[in-house]
């Protein structure tokens, strides 16, 4: 299971949004994928 659907099932099953800390985590995770997927292929 990934790090993001972790968060998320944990953060759902304690009935809570998940915390800035954890959606921080999230964002730091997801930023290589996203500027490898944004940047140019040559």
């Given at each position: 299971?990934?790090?993001?659907?972790?968060?998320?099932?944990?953060?759902?099953?304690?009935?809570?949004?998940?915390?800035?800390?954890?959606?921080?985590?999230?964002?730091n995770?997801?930023?290589?994928?996203?500027?490898?997927?944004?940047?140019?292929?040559?």
């Open positions: 299971m990934s790090v993001v659907s972790q968060v998320i099932l944990n953060a759902d099953d304690e009935l809570r949004y998940p915390t800035s800390g954890e959606l921080k985590g999230i964002e995770f997801l930023k290589p994928a996203v500027s490898e997927c944004a940047s140019p292929k040559r």
